[in-house]
């Protein structure tokens, strides 16, 4: 099976070109195997490229424990990019279709290759029970939460797929990796979360970390860039655009009051290329 090797600022996926190949019989086992760093390709996960009536292409997305995701900002920057790329559809704005919703992605070339993309990441959803958790408030905001023996103050968002934001003095190696885990499956959260540890730097800039449900510390996230941004918003610690510093790069961020919809513009790059045996 032929796939490819991408990143989005450092978050990084293996993709499998599914208008040309049939798609893999059980992509949960094979997102565990290919993700793994020392016996199989190395990533964040795996996602699967696939036909989409009424759309460019559907972004399929399993992380590296196998578990399915709804939504991916990275993710679906760099399935952009391989569909205008590739040849499979070359317009200015895409669509591609996840997790039941589809996004329109507006692409940015040099030399006829995909280099940045403007995603319109639409609204974000504030309703507690449709995040999901049974923190309170719609969204939750500075709302206390229990993690091992620490308690902080969170704010719960989701963007297709659920966020806790927690805004830090520094984000520590300590508080992303003994903490995120278990703010990742607190009780409060029934389909896990995604956990970003944030710096304010000032009402423009953030400094992000992220302990994403199913893979672990990755080195970018589009989606809890996004739900940084809503975040800073609704506890007034930043403005509606707001450049989100990571560790694998750097990501804009606009959530537009005009009609609620957020925006995130970030690069899409291609590394490699090969064959996974059967």
Not at 176 to 192: C, I, Q, S
């Amino acid at each position: 099976m032929k796939f490819t090797k991408m990143h989005g600022a450092g978050n990084d996926y293996v993709y499998v070109d599914c208008f040309s190949q049939p798609a893999p019989a059980d992509p949960a086992a094979l997102a565990r195997a290919m993700s793994d760093r020392r016996f199989g390709i190395g990533s964040d996960g795996l996602i699967l490229i696939c036909p989409a009536e009424g759309a460019d292409a559907e972004m399929r997305m399993y992380n590296a424990d196998g578990s399915y995701s709804e939504m991916c900002g990275n993710g679906i920057r760099c399935v952009a990019k391989f569909v205008y790329d590739h040849g499979i559809a070359q317009r200015d704005v895409l669509s591609i279709a996840s997790g039941g919703a589809r996004y329109a992605l507006e692409v940015q070339t040099t030399g006829g290759k995909v280099e940045r993309v403007r995603v319109d990441m639409g609204e974000p959803i504030l309703a507690a029970d449709r995040i999901p958790t049974t923190l309170l408030g719609n969204p939750p905001t500075n709302a206390e939460l229990t993690a091992g023996d620490r308690t902080f103050a969170v704010t719960s968002v989701s963007m297709g797929n659920p966020h806790c934001v927690i805004f830090v003095d520094e984000a520590t190696d300590e508080l992303v990796h003994r903490y995120g885990p278990l703010v990742e499956t607190a009780p409060e959260f029934p389909n896990r979360v995604n956990v970003e540890w944030v710096e304010v730097l000032d009402r423009g800039r953030a400094r992000q970390r992220t302990w994403e449900r199913g893979s672990g510390e990755t080195f970018a996230c589009g989606t809890g860039a996004c739900a940084v941004c809503v975040a800073g918003v609704v506890t007034d610690r930043t403005d509606r655009r707001l450049a989100v510093e990571l560790l694998g790069g750097e990501l804009e961020l606009y959530w537009d009051d005009s009609n609620n919809h957020v925006f995130m513009t970030g690069p899409a790059a291609e590394v490699f290329s090969g064959d996974w045996p059967d």
